[in-house]
């Protein structure tokens, strides 16, 4: 990759972005907004597929997974916290304000382009699966009532798709919120509304357990007609965890809301600690208990795959729980590649008036907005909701998502911005432990992602 120093030129830390909103604005954000941002975008659909993710692999596999895509993302997020600010990673003047900036500042702008991809990729997938997740859980919440009123044998049969369309129409006002800086209310309810549906989960689980009098599962997981279809199980498993954890695709744009002092990176870096912790004990609970509740027969999906009946409306609440969050997790995903996208248009077009004039909107004052914002946001979302609503198989797409982004973003551009920043020397020890580190993730990636590729031309196909 390019060399570190000489690429400093390229980003200037000025009063605005390049394109065309103010950043001469006051950070206010703190160690628990940052939490709350992470806890927002990590802690979403992705922990409903735990449970089943556990049954694939068993009860040493799956919680160890669990435990190593934790320590694979805090060992990342602590890599690209330090590649905010440059050239020193405390005190530097030049600031990234969005994980693109990081890349082109210490990799150079032929790296730009490989990682755009994965992280829009990435993001875009993230908004697909939220809207999938919705679908779902809204028609859980028909169905519990149904299940309730006409017994749990009745046929009980709605659809999703619509359901899918009002989450989109519902994203398509939310979506215009200008940026991170906006959102710091929205976060703090959606991150409320993840605790509660975890806890649910969570509770429900440890109470079938109980009244099950004993701990379903077994060492090796659930068992299938053929080995083949074992391996394929396993990854795709390995896929849904690993879409589950990381967040580095937006912790630039996190870390670019903190106030100073102390240090943004040493801010980042705890709120990450206590992120990680915090997802992880829920993760592991709510895996390891549905799998303990539920055996061979866990559910794709806990709250939504009916394991559970009764009662009805904690259910219905927890699902409820999961829409409000994913409201807010959509937008934690989508403003990143709404500024991307905003940011590079102005940069190709500085003089075209309909990207860079902006106008102010009559009932709200203090907001303003564009007409290619107003049309690319739009689009956007009747994209992630046509796709959705195209392929609304939940543990797959999850577990493809995860695969495609996992490596590239989380590992790879993390650790080699850090090696450039620091100036490791190839075949140091430092660098050794990076690269294997790199590697170890790359295959992991790799293997999930075949498993989730079997998996959605199975499911498409059956």
């Known amino acids: 990759m390019g060399g570190g120093g000489e690429q400093f030129p390229l980003l200037k830390d000025s009063s605005t972005s390049s394109h065309g909103i103010d950043r001469n604005f006051k950070r206010t954000g703190t160690v628990w907004t940052a939490v709350a941002h992470i806890i927002t975008a990590v802690i979403g659909s992705g922990v409903l597929s735990l449970a089943w ?10 919680p160890l997974a669990m435990v190593l895509f934790a320590a694979l993302t805090l060992t990342s997020s602590t890599l690209l916290a330090d590649c905010y600010r440059s050239p020193h990673p405390e005190h530097g003047p030049i600031r990234s304000h969005s994980y693109m900036d990081a890349v082109r500042l210490n990799l150079g702008n032929k790296s730009i382009w490989v990682s755009g991809f994965f992280q829009n990729v990435g993001l875009y997938g993230g908004g697909v699966a939220y809207t999938i997740t919705t679908g779902s859980c809204i028609r859980a919440i028909l169905r519990s009532n149904c299940f309730h009123r006409e017994g749990h044998k009745a046929l009980c049969a709605y659809g999703d798709s619509f359901y899918m369309l009002l989450f989109g129409a519902v994203q398509l006002f939310v979506s215009q919120i200008p940026d991170f800086h906006n959102m710091g209310w929205l976060s703090i309810l959606a991150s409320i509304m993840s605790f509660s549906y975890s806890s649910i989960g969570f509770g429900l ?4 357990v109980i009244g099950n009098g ?8 659930i068992s299938t007609a053929t080995a083949s ?19 580095s695709i937006i912790l630039i744009e996190i870390e670019d809301t903190l106030k100073s002092p102390p240090p943004e990176n040493q801010t980042m870096k705890k709120a990450s600690t206590i992120a990680i912790l915090i997802t992880t004990f829920f993760y592991l609970c709510c895996g390891c208990l549905g799998y303990a509740a539920f055996g061979d027969e866990t559910p794709g999906n806990l709250l939504t795959g009916f394991g559970f009946y009764e009662p009805y ?3 219905d609440f927890a699902n409820a729980c999961v829409v ?11 403003q990143a590649v709404f500024a991307f996208a905003e940011r590079s248009f102005a940069e190709w077009f500085p003089e075209n008036a309909f990207i860079n004039d902006f106008y102010m909107i009559p009932f709200a004052p203090s907001y303003k907005t564009n007409l290619f914002r107003l049309c690319f946001r739009t689009m956007y979302v009747v994209s992630t909701t046509c796709v959705g609503m195209l392929f609304p198989y939940f543990n797959q ?17 993390p650790v080699e911005m850090y090696s450039v920043k620091n100036k490791i020397g190839a075949w140091t020890g430092r660098w050794v432990a990076l690269q294997s580190f790199s590697i170890v993730s790359l295959l992991i990636s ?8 079997v998996g959605l031309i199975s499911k498409k196909l059956s």
């Open 214 to 221: 004993m701990i379903k599962g077994s060492i090796g997981g």
């Open 205 to 208: 689980g440890l109470a079938k």
């Open 324 to 334: 409000l969050h994913l409201i807010g997790g959509y937008q934690v995903y989508s």
């Open 313 to 315: 409306w904690l259910i």
């Open 446 to 453: 790799l293997a999930a992602f075949v498993g989730s590729v």
């Open 397 to 413: 797409v999850l577990g493809l998502i995860g695969a495609i982004s996992f490596w590239p973003i989380a590992i790879y551009f």
């Open 229 to 247: 279809e074992k391996v394929w199980k396993v990854f795709q498993a390995l896929g849904d965890i690993a879409f589950a954890y990381p967040y």
């Open 53 to 62: 993710s556990t049954a694939q692999l068993g009860w040493v596999a799956g």
